[in-house]
């Protein structure tokens, strides 16, 4: 595995962590004087207990392999730094409280506007992440990044288990930290090939990013050259990352869409970091529908399992099947963490179904961005009424947009039924978790009257 400037990024965000707490120090200060005349005894002892706590984090500073981090996340010097964050957090509301009631005002009222956020859209591939990746990337003010991951997938080969796996996570966890942060020069380090001057052609699906096709990161064409992922509407000159930097920095929020993330556990020290304020969906889809779409869209990876399940072939080798439940326990895993309501991830995740937004788009994307504290604008919304309704036109003609409602239900009758059966046996758990019944037979499979969905109503947002 490339080594990765991982290490350095983790300290930095440790110093800048405890510079954060050398602030809170001094509003310590002051509020345990006003504490005193609140006769406040109790919290003044809870305050000295968590205050014992920083000195821990210079153990971090001895660290100095990736994987060794990962056992401090979980459960050494940042869980404290957690428990001293809460702690904190309920000093600052209290001494809020006092200046009010003696008449100051807020100290801690620094945004007049909303305060700066990433949404993390975390998927697996075929889940319809793309389509949701446009609720945001159709905001003004959003700058949305479509599978940046993808480059660094290419650049480092990844074992699929044991100690590569978590090197991976951790890859990726870190140049998603830096993306959600505008610094898209990390990119450079995986885009291949490497770019020049902070110029490059090869920026896997540009055109999927709004900002990165409109000005001022559009700049004219100079001369013409071969670019692979061009913009859709109109020819840009090659990518100025530096430019897309700046236009990111001009945005007041950022989006990133991933299927390459595999564990919410991972994304801890991104929710912890006081830089950021993420908001992380996750979107899970019927794993019956997801093979499904799989099969057509990766034909060829699926050839064995077409010929058993159609013509009886030879079975479906093993490995591939344990595959398909390796990738449905993650994200269940991932889904149970994120319900579970850990204190670290509250008011952090939400999980949502692509089938409740393929039937009520409007409605589900009112509920994310509500999630996410951001205002959903015009924009958006005639952008979801345009591509989720079968429009007639005068003519009578349908247009080519899907109603998605309609859509949503399609692979019931492509897939075969012991196909189904198969995913039903290994994905059972995750199914459970998600409300997605099984179907006993061809009949339930394809009876359109018969709901596979079973209807769970808030039960998402945590
Ligand atoms: C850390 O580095 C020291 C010296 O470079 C080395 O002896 C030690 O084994 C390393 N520890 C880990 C966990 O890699
Ligand atoms: C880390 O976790 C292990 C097992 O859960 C526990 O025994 C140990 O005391 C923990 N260490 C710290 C520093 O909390
Ligand atoms: C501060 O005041 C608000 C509203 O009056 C109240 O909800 C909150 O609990 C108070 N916080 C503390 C720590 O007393
Ligand atoms: C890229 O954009 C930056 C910022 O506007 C600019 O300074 C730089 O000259 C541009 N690079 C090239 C090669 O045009
Ligand atoms: C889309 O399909 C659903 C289900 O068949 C139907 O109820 C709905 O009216 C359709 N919407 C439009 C705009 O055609
Ligand atoms: C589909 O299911 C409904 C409700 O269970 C049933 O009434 C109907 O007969 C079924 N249709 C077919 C074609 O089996």
Request: aromatic residues 10%.
């Amino acid at each position: 595995m490339k080594r990765i400037r991982s290490v350095p990024m983790e300290l930095r965000d440790v110093l800048r962590s405890i510079r954060m707490k050398a602030k809170y120090a001094l509003v310590l200060g002051f509020l345990v004087a006003l504490v005193i005349i609140g006769k406040e005894n109790k919290i003044i002892s809870k305050v000295s207990d968590k205050l014992y706590l920083k000195q821990l984090p210079q153990n971090l500073f001895e660290m100095n392999s990736t994987d060794s981090n990962v056992d401090y996340t979980e459960n050494g010097s940042l869980t404290s730094l957690s428990k001293l964050d809460s702690a904190f957090l309920k000093i600052r509301s209290q001494l809020v409280n006092i200046t009010l009631q003696f008449g100051g005002s807020n100290p801690f009222l620094e945004h007049p506007k909303t305060p700066r956020r990433q949404i993390l859209l975390m998927a697996t591939t075929r889940t319809g992440s793309s389509f949701v990746g446009e609720f945001f990337n159709q905001h003004e003010n959003i700058f949305y990044l479509f599978e940046p991951l993808w480059h660094v997938e290419r650049a480092v080969s990844f074992e699929p288990t044991g100690a590569n796996a978590v090197g991976s996570a951790i890859v990726y966890r870190d140049v998603l930290q830096q993306l959600l942060l505008c610094d898209l020069h990390i990119m450079e380090n995986f885009i291949s090939p490497a770019p020049e001057n902070h110029l490059t052609r090869f920026m896997f699906r540009r055109r999927s990013s709004k900002v990165l096709c409109e000005d001022p990161v559009c700049t004219p064409i100079v001369k013409k050259a071969f670019e692979k992922y061009h913009c859709k509407t109109r020819r840009c000159g090659p990518l100025n990352i530096t430019l897309a930097v700046e236009a990111c920095l001009n945005k007041q929020h950022m989006t990133v869409k991933a299927v390459r993330i595999r564990q919410l556990e991972f994304l801890r020290t991104l929710v912890e970091d006081p830089r950021l304020d993420l908001k992380i969906i996750q979107l899970v889809r019927d794993p019956r529908a997801v093979l499904a779409s799989r099969m057509v869209a990766f034909s060829a990876k699926y050839e064995s399992w077409k010929k058993w399940a159609l013509e009886g072939a030879a079975p479906i080798p093993e490995d591939e099947v344990q595959k398909l439940k390796g990738n449905c326990e993650s994200i269940r895993m991932s889904a149970q963490l994120g319900l579970s309501q850990p204190e670290w991830l509250r008011g952090h995740y939400m999980l949502i179904r692509y089938e409740d937004i393929a039937r009520f788009p409007l409605q589900k994307a009112k509920e994310m961005y509500r999630f996410a504290g951001i205002t959903i604008t015009p924009q958006v919304v005639e952008w979801i009424n345009k591509n989720t309704q079968a429009s007639q036109d005068s003519n009578g003609i349908y247009s080519t947009q899907k109603n998605s409602s309609e859509q949503f239900e399609k692979w019931r009758f492509s897939i075969p039924f012991k196909l189904a059966q198969v995913v039903q046996d290994v994905c059972k758990p995750a199914m459970n978790l998600f409300g997605y019944k099984l179907a006993s037979n061809l009949e339930t499979l394809t009876n359109r009257s018969i709901s596979l969905l079973e209807e769970r109503v808030n039960f998402w947002v945590t």
